[in-house]
């Protein structure tokens, strides 16, 4: 007879949970709701990338562009009125491009220029140039079965496509990539005067694609640029009919000492834990070749979003939300991995990061990285994300820059647009402010505050 009563009792908790629950979930999806509407009618951040863009640039490490930057996007976080802004020193790597390069194909008498550029990195060409002969490999193992013999004194091509059968073209990206960082010390092991890389797009056009490369230990520092693909297109088939061919390409890039920079920080404090910290974050450099719109423009200026969208919206958060301009993701990552030891020394508590480094396409989920339980507590999200497109949230990358944080314990969570035109811009003089849809830039905001308000209100 006593058990009656516990019973209900108990029948009566059940539902006071379920009540909460669905209270709950209908306070969150209005709210994010009004995140979406905010973006999609009053969003700023398409704005303040055309400043960025149009009006700094590229801004690559060590740069006028990057310091201007600095400055412009602490600005605007001192404008919008975050309860903290501040910079944090970071040393950087300074390597400039130089001349515009040259290069073209020789068979007997006929030149045929094509486009090409240096990777980062690379050192420069003699003044006069190089020519000579061309050997077309497609991957590592390729080159070293040919010997010393046959690439000794010869220019390498590397070759290798991105995989067009990859639908991620991030996959098909990270299958081709290792021409471009490790060629030039597979090439000058065996004797190669130049390499020359097949650019990292899947689209056939006449922009070279640079991107950093590195040299390995007790290796001959040799010349390596990016060629079109368009470009790489000729070349190949031209080898095929005249393998006596002469390939000649002038760069003029220089390292200089590294240079201080900053990473560029604004607050909103916690209310109730500030000592628990979620940031927001891009990275603010770019290559030299374009205005580093989708790469990573996009990022920073949805990061400055994110918190403004929460504020205009008078929401009060319990941790403190920190968006963070990373400086130097492109050629060193030093403004991450200064961020994370920075953190690491101050005994900061960050329960998670969030950065957008995909570009500026429409958003499709979240990838993250984190322990079981804390990554399927992000998944339960997905019935309130769903409505905006947000179907893939699941285990994937979170981002370079926040990468560093990781060994903290710390949640990383990459926001994942649509990646099927990230790589027609790339890293190249395509990637400019007119590539970008303003709506599909705001939607990408809103989602990273989304995600940082379900983060905030609920913890991990």
């Known amino acids: ?17 379920r009540v909460q629950a669905q209270s709950d979930y209908q306070k969150d999806s209005l709210f994010i709701r009004q995140l979406f509407d905010k973006a999609l009618t009053d969003g700023k951040s398409y704005d303040w990338l055309r400043h960025l863009t ?12 990057a310091a201007k930057a600095v ?14 802004v501040f910079l944090q020193n970071v040393m950087v790597p300074h390597w400039v491009r130089g001349a515009k390069e040259k290069a073209y194909i020789q ?18 060409t003699p003044k006069a140039g190089i020519k000579a002969r061309v050997i077309e490999v497609k991957n590592f193992q390729e080159l070293r079965d040919l010997g010393r013999e046959k690439v000794q004194g010869k220019i390498v091509f590397f070759n290798r496509p991105m995989d067009p059968t990859k639908l991620n073209t991030f996959e098909a990206y990270s299958g081709a990539v290792d021409q471009r960082g490790n060629g030039a010390t597979e090439a000058a092991r065996l004797g190669a005067v130049g390499a020359i890389v097949r650019s990292m797009t899947p689209r056939l056009d006449d922009f070279p694609h640079t991107g950093a490369m590195r040299y390995g230990t007790g290796v001959p520092l040799i010349p390596t640029a990016g060629i079109s693909t368009n470009g790489a297109e000729l070349l190949s088939k031209t080898l095929k009919t005249n393998p006596d061919l002469e390939f000649f390409f002038q760069q003029n890039p220089e390292t200089l000492p590294d240079a201080p920079s900053h990473n560029v920080l604004g607050e909103l ?57 990373f400086m130097n ?18 005994n900061e508590k960050h329960v998670a990061a969030i950065e957008s480094d995909r570009g500026g396409f429409v958003p499709r989920g979240f990838g993250v990285v984190g322990d079981a ?20 949230i699941g285990p994937g990358g979170g981002g370079a820059d ?40 705001e939607m990408g905001a809103a989602s990273m505050a989304a995600m940082l308000y379900l983060l905030d209100k609920y913890g991990l």
């Open 71 to 84: 400055t412009y996007t602490r600005q605007v976080m001192e404008q919008e009125g975050f309860d903290r």
């Open 329 to 346: 993701e492109e050629n060193g990552l030093k403004g991450g991995i200064t961020y994370a030891d920075s953190a690491k020394s101050k």
């Open 1 to 17: 007879m006593l058990l009656k009563p516990k019973l209900a009792l108990l029948a009566l908790l059940l539902l006071s949970v």
């Open 269 to 325: 404090k916690g209310a109730t834990n500030p000592d628990e910290i979620l940031v927001v974050g891009g990275h603010l450099d770019s290559w030299d070749m374009g205005q580093g719109a989708h790469d990573d423009g996009t990022g920073c200026v949805q990061a400055i979003e994110a918190l403004r969208l929460l504020k205009a919206l008078g929401y009060q958060p319990k941790r403190t939300l920190r968006a963070v301009m």
């Open 107 to 124: 068979v007997g008498k006929q030149k045929t220029e094509v486009p090409i550029a240096a990777l980062g990195g690379s050192v420069a």
């Open 54 to 65: 149009t009006q700094i640039g590229p801004r690559l490490s060590g740069s006028e562009g």
């Open 402 to 441: 926040i990468g560093p944080l990781a060994q903290q314990g710390t949640v990383l969570i990459g926001l994942v647009p649509d990646s099927q035109r990230y790589f027609d811009y790339h890293h190249a003089a395509s990637d400019t402010f007119d590539a970008v849809s303003r709506r599909e830039l």
């Open 373 to 392: 339980a804390k990554k399927a507590k992000v998944v339960a999200w997905q019935p309130l994300l769903a409505p905006y497109g947000l179907h893939e």
